[in-house]
């Protein structure tokens, strides 16, 4: 069983860079099983998803957000690192980390993935 914790701040000022973490147990990130992606829900909007990273370090953007997200991995502590650049109030959203066995970019539906984190808030403003 893949478990999946995400941290980080719940609160950021706008212009500031946004660190997230997701944690993962029960399966190492390096395999090439799964594909690890990052999704994001803002207040009374869908899912809008943001990029992924495989087993071997190849990412892939969303192309709104692809100036400004960067996706990358820390195989010490298997975990799986989001950063968001210069954001605004717009970004204020509850951020996901979801596994999936296939490749499939741009997924919003949560059938799509084999596992999903718990979400954290993150709230932008000054």
């Known amino acids: 069983q893949v478990q999946l914790q995400e941290s980080g701040p719940g609160l950021v000022k706008p212009s500031q860079t946004l660190s997230l973490t997701c944690t993962v147990s029960?399966?190492?990130?390096?395999?090439?099983?799964?594909?690890w992606n990052w999704l994001r829900q803002p207040p009374g909007k869908g899912l809008e998803w943001m990029g992924v990273?495989?087993?071997?370090?190849?990412?892939w953007y969303s192309p709104s957000l692809k100036n400004r997200l960067s996706i990358s991995m820390d195989t010490s502590k298997n975990q799986v690192t989001l950063q968001l650049l210069s954001v605004t109030p717009e970004d204020t959203a509850v951020y996901y980390c979801?596994?999936?066995?296939?490749?499939?970019?741009?997924?919003?539906?949560?059938?799509?993935?084999?596992?999903w984190g718990q979400g954290t808030q993150v709230t932008v403003s000054s």
């Open positions: 029960g399966a190492s990130i390096r395999t090439e099983t799964y594909f």
């Open positions: 990273i495989s087993g071997s370090g190849s990412a």
């Open positions: 979801a596994a999936a066995k296939t490749l499939i970019l741009g997924a919003t539906t949560k059938d799509s993935y084999d596992y």
